[in-house]
């Protein structure tokens, strides 16, 4: 991959990757279980594929709210899920903590920040399961802007582009946004928007875009 390419897959997927962003947006306008599944999501996908995500999420739903370990280990499992017991364990322990300290008012939780990178400190300190990478993911999923999803996928097209020296994944918070603040500046330079430069990234390695 080199820049010249990469604008011209940017020309040919531009009005697909903004309409996905703008879907995105619409998910905050939902309810609070729309969140809340959407957070779900984004704690299933990490060394998993957004499809296998999407599937489990599928599975999930009819016991996501009432279901007890076994309900939902039991649902990841017939989804074809590669991690149903620990992922489990964490989505049972964050809908625990979001019902008990947030009474399910999830939006109203995320709309009290005022900083966006509190509000993803907030979801990395609080959320089991959930990373850097994971909590971006997420808040871009629910329509907030900013934020890189530093997955293999984006390390190994920056690597490609010369951006970064390797691929190697960023092990704390430090390492993780300076690979992002690398992200923003190579965005400025070829004049595409950080948000459509993850998706056009993500896609040149998937051949979706997805979420």
Known sequence: MDITNLKKEYDFKKE???????????????DNKEIFEELCF???TPNASARMGINAMISLKPILYTGNLQDIQNALKK?????????AEYILEV???????LKFQLKEKILSFKDKDDLRDYLVNNIKGISWKESS???????????CIIDKHILNCLTELGILESNKRPINKKQYLEIEQKMKEFSSSVG???DE???????HKTGEILK
């Open 16 to 30: 697909k990757i903004k309409q996905r962003l703008k879907d995105f947006e619409e998910v905050f306008n939902k």
């Open 42 to 44: 984004c704690i299933l």
């Open 79 to 87: 989804s074809g899920y590669r991690y149903p017991n620990i992922r």
């Open 95 to 101: 809908r625990e903590f979001i019902k008990n300290e």
């Open 137 to 147: 993911h997420y808040l871009r999923n629910i329509g907030f802007k900013g934020y």
């Open 192 to 194: 595409i928007n950080v």
């Open 197 to 203: 430069l993850d998706l056009l990234l993500w896609s």
